[in-house]
């Protein structure tokens, strides 16, 4: 080799060092940046779970506090908002800090006197007094419904920022005298979660059994599948109704509720476990077309085992095609959740959902007067949401898809 060859070819190999590559993650992000309409999409969705997640810390009024008297069907309005200042409500001087400072000081005065007090009985009577006064004579008990730490401890944070201010109802009220706009955030919150929760219920249960079907193949493929096409000849909402109805039975979710799951958690899981069917199929077919490629049978030679092979080679290979699947799933999830809660069998009062919301704006149309903004205002948000979702996940379609790389 010549000394101009060598030199060729180190100025070749310098440049080659200077050339970084891209994989296929990195290429797919840049394709989805450059989808406007995807990453508005996505940039709302992030925005909304943000919004919804520290709906606590908000200055919104009472999503369950009524007021029948002054606010029923109450339109859109600037009207400023206190909290505590319904009369009903019995607080201290008409505000929410000034019943917490009550509040506060009653349970310092007891602490003091169980301190203080050698009489045994007495102060068995005040750690009874002081747990029901922290747990069920708490004035947030009265204003929001059973709230947990972490919303606990963000709703003390919002009256230690803000005070006793609320924003206006500027959606209006509904037909006891609730705040349209406080509850459609809280409604969001449950079902974002109904959303999320299911997804990736069914994306657990669907991934595994997709790919374990796909990977042996044979007798243990053709068993599996015929399981699937079984389930999808039944009809679920039939399902669903029976599961709801029989868990909702007083003695079983008494029995539930002792082991520490709650209704709207076993809501959860029914949806999740009911929409694992189509997932498991799309993760058969990708397994299927990659069980005989090189890396597989390169596993297969080194000793490793089927379920690392499966869970540690092939799943990561089809990520892509179940990540679009799961944005297309989540509005699936979303959107009959509030079918559910519309027909009475979903979420049930006092939490809300969009869907409990939307059917409480049908309940309320009426051909004498309309109060349009029981029906708009939560329409407008799931109807949003879920053209957001669908947005992004024709966006991750596109990034995800080799064929469409050369197409930008």
């Not at 060092?17 to 797919?28: F, P, R």
């Not at 299927?288 to 090189?294: A, F, K, N, Y």
């Not at 979303?334 to 409480?360: I, N």
């Amino acid at each position: 080799m010549t000394v101009d060859d060598r030199q060729d070819l180190e100025q070749i190999l310098a440049e080659a060092e200077q050339i970084q590559g891209v994989s296929l993650w990195q290429d797919a992000w840049r394709r989805l940046r450059r989808n406007r309409l995807a990453s508005a999409s996505m940039v709302a969705l992030i925005g909304l779970a943000l919004a919804a997640f520290l709906t606590p810390l908000i200055p919104l009024q009472s999503p369950i506090d009524k007021d029948l008297n002054h606010r029923q069907f109450m339109p859109p309005s600037v009207q400023p908002a206190v909290m505590g200042s319904r009369t009903e409500l019995q607080f201290e001087q008409n505000r929410l800090t000034a019943e917490l400072a009550k509040h506060a000081a009653l349970v310092a005065s007891l602490t003091a006197e169980s301190v203080e007090t050698e009489d045994t009985d007495r102060r068995a009577e005040i750690a009874s007094r002081l747990k029901q006064l922290r747990r069920v004579g708490h004035p947030f008990n009265q204003l929001w419904n059973d709230l947990d730490p972490v919303a606990w401890s963000m709703c003390r944070a919002r009256v230690a920022i803000f005070g006793d201010y609320a924003v206006p109802s500027i959606f209006g009220c509904d037909q006891l005298g609730r705040d349209v706009l406080s509850r459609i955030m809280w409604g969001a919150r449950v079902s974002l979660t109904v959303g999320l929760v299911a997804t990736l219920v069914s994306l657990l249960i669907g991934v595994s059994y997709g790919a374990i079907a796909g990977y042996f193949g044979g007798w243990v493929d053709a068993t599996m599948m015929r399981v699937v096409d079984t389930l999808y000849s039944v009809p679920f909402i039939f399902v669903v109704i029976f599961l709801m109805t029989f868990l909702g039975e007083d003695s079983v979710k008494a029995r539930l509720e002792s082991l520490g799951v709650d209704q709207l958690t076993i809501f959860y899981l029914i949806i999740g476990a009911i929409y694992w069917l189509t997932m498991s199929r799309v993760v058969r077919g990708q397994v299927l077309s990659l069980r005989h490629e090189p890396f597989v049978e390169a596993a297969r030679t080194i000793g490793a085992s089927p379920a690392r092979i499966v869970f540690r080679h092939l799943v990561p290979n089809v990520l892509g095609v179940v990540i679009v699947y799961l944005t297309l799933t989540i509005p699936a999830v979303m959107l009959f959740e509030a079918f559910l809660s519309f027909l009475g069998l979903g979420v049930s009062p006092p939490d809300v959902s969009w869907g409990l919301l939307l059917k409480d704006g049908v309940d309320a149309l009426s051909s004498v007067k309309l109060f349009w903004w029981m029906v708009v205002f939560p329409g407008a948000a799931l109807a949003l949401t879920l053209f957001a979702l669908n947005f992004l996940g024709d966006g991750l379609r596109d990034a995800l898809d080799p064929k469409m790389k050369n197409r930008d």
